[in-house]
C-alpha cells in the first residue's frame, strides 16, 4: 500500500516537471512605444529658455530592462556670422580675434559656430567654424584682403542668412563698420532678418529702437551672451514616476549622482541641480527593471512611465501638465517563446524529471528490498 502512495507521489512529481518548460515558456517583455519626448521652458512671449528631455539609451526589452536618460539643457545652438563692412584694420581684426576667443572659451564649442563676411569689391565668405583656431583664422585672413567697393551690405546679409542651417536656434549676424553708425547701415539692409539678431559694432554708440549697438568688444561679447538662454540659479527638479510603473518595475539611479536621489516611498527623481550656467548641459540616469510578477492589466497598454515634472528655477515653479509629461512610453508584451531567458531551461527541467524517476525507482526499489 506504501509503494503504491509512492510510486502515485512520484507520478505527480513527474506531471508537475513535465509541465514546467510551459510555465517557462510564457515571458514578459517590454515593448518601446515613444523613445524619447522633450518639454520646452517657454517665456510668457513665447522664447525657449531650456528644455527637459528623457530618452531610452539602453535597452534590452526581452528581459524587461531599460536605461532613461534625463537632460536639462540651457544650451542653443548658435551661429554668428561676422560682416566686415568695407573695414578691416589690424585693430578690428586682433579684437574680432579676441571676440572669437572669449565666445569659444566662455560658451564652448558644442553649441557655437562661427563665419566670417568682408564686403570688398565682391564678397569674401569664409566659412563656419567650430574651433578657436579654424574661426580665429578666418578673421586673420579677411584681415589681409584688400577692400574695396562692388559688393553691398545687403548682399553679405543676404548671403549670411542662405548659410545658416536649418537647426540652429540662434542666428546672430555682427556687422562691424568703422565709418558708419548704425542708422546709416540700418538703412542699407533691405533683407528679412526679423528671426535674426543684429548687433552693430561701430565707432560710436547710437540709441535706435530694436537694434543693439555697441562701440567696445566688451558690450560686444555682453551683447552676444544676451541672445543666450540666460544663467538658471537654484534649479531643482522633481520627476513623478507613474502609479504602475512603481507597482511593476524596480527603479533605481545609475552611476549613484550624487545631485539626485529616489523617494523611497513614491520612488519620483529628486534632482537638485543648482545653478546652471548659459550653454550648459546637465544629466542622470536610472533604470527600470521589470518585476517577475506583473499586474495583467496592463499588460499591452501604452505606459506613459513619469507624470509631469516639477521644476523650479530662480525663484519660480513650473509644471506644465499639458506637456505630456516629458516621458517616453512603454508596453509590457506577455509572449510565448521558447527558452525565453538563457536557453538552458529545457535542460534544467530535464535534469530534474531524471532525478525525480531515479528518486522514485530508488525509493519502490528499496521498499521491495525491506519487504522480503
Do not use: H
Not at 139 to 155: C, F
Amino acid at each position: 500500500m506504501k509503494v503504491k502512495k509512492l510510486f502515485m507521489v512520484g507520478c505527480i512529481l513527474l506531471i508537475g516537471l513535465i509541465n514546467l518548460p510551459l510555465l517557462n515558456a510564457a515571458n514578459n517583455r517590454l515593448e518601446i512605444v515613444q523613445k524619447a519626448k522633450q518639454y520646452l521652458f517657454k517665456t510668457s512671449e513665447g522664447d525657449v529658455v531650456g528644455s527637459l528631455r528623457q530618452e531610452i539609451v539602453e535597452e534590452d526589452l526581452v528581459n524587461g530592462k531599460i536605461t532613461i536618460e534625463l537632460t536639462l539643457n540651457n544650451a542653443k545652438n548658435s551661429e554668428i556670422v561676422y560682416v566686415f563692412n568695407k573695414s578691416n584694420s589690424e585693430t578690428l581684426i586682433d579684437n574680432f580675434k579676441s571676440l572669437t576667443e572669449d565666445i569659444f572659451t566662455e560658451t564652448g564649442t558644442e553649441y557655437n559656430k562661427i563665419s566670417s563676411i568682408l564686403v570688398s569689391e565682391q564678397l569674401i565668405v569664409k566659412p563656419f567654424s567650430q574651433t578657436i583656431t579654424e574661426a580665429a583664422k578666418g578673421v586673420e585672413e579677411i584681415g589681409q584682403e584688400t577692400v574695396g567697393d562692388g559688393a553691398t551690405l545687403n548682399d553679405a546679409i543676404e548671403s549670411a542668412l542662405s548659410s545658416f542651417s536649418s537647426s540652429c536656434e540662434n542666428k546672430i549676424i555682427v556687422i562691424a563698420d568703422e565709418t558708419n553708425g548704425a542708422t546709416d547701415l540700418t538703412s542699407q539692409i533691405t533683407a528679412d532678418v526679423s528671426d535674426v539678431t543684429i548687433i552693430y559694432y561701430t565707432s560710436t554708440a547710437e540709441t535706435i529702437e530694436n537694434v543693439i549697438n555697441v562701440d567696445n568688444i566688451e558690450d560686444l561679447n555682453a551683447a552676444f551672451q544676451g541672445t543666450l538662454i540666460p544663467t538658471k540659479t537654484g534649479t531643482a527638479i522633481t520627476m513623478p514616476v507613474a502609479t504602475y510603473i512603481v507597482e511593476n518595475f524596480d527603479i533605481s539611479l545609475v552611476d549613484n549622482p550624487t545631485n539626485a536621489v529616489l523617494d523611497e516611498d513614491t520612488k519620483a527623481i529628486q534632482w537638485n541641480v543648482g545653478d546652471v550656467k548659459p550653454n550648459q548641459v546637465e544629466k542622470i540616469r536610472y533604470s527600470l527593471n521589470l518585476k517577475s510578477v506583473v499586474d495583467d492589466s496592463i499588460i499591452g497598454l501604452d505606459l506613459t512611465i513619469n507624470e509631469a515634472p516639477i521644476i523650479v528655477f530662480n525663484g519660480n515653479t513650473v509644471q506644465n501638465t499639458a506637456a505630456n509629461q516629458c516621458s517616453p512610453i512603454i508596453k509590457i508584451l506577455n509572449e510565448t517563446i521558447e527558452n525565453p531567458k538563457t536557453g538552458v531551461a529545457n535542460y534544467i527541467v530535464f535534469g530534474a524529471v531524471l532525478l525525480a524517476v531515479g528518486s522514485v525507482t530508488y525509493l519502490v526499489s528499496r521498499k521491495k528490498v525491506q519487504s522480503l
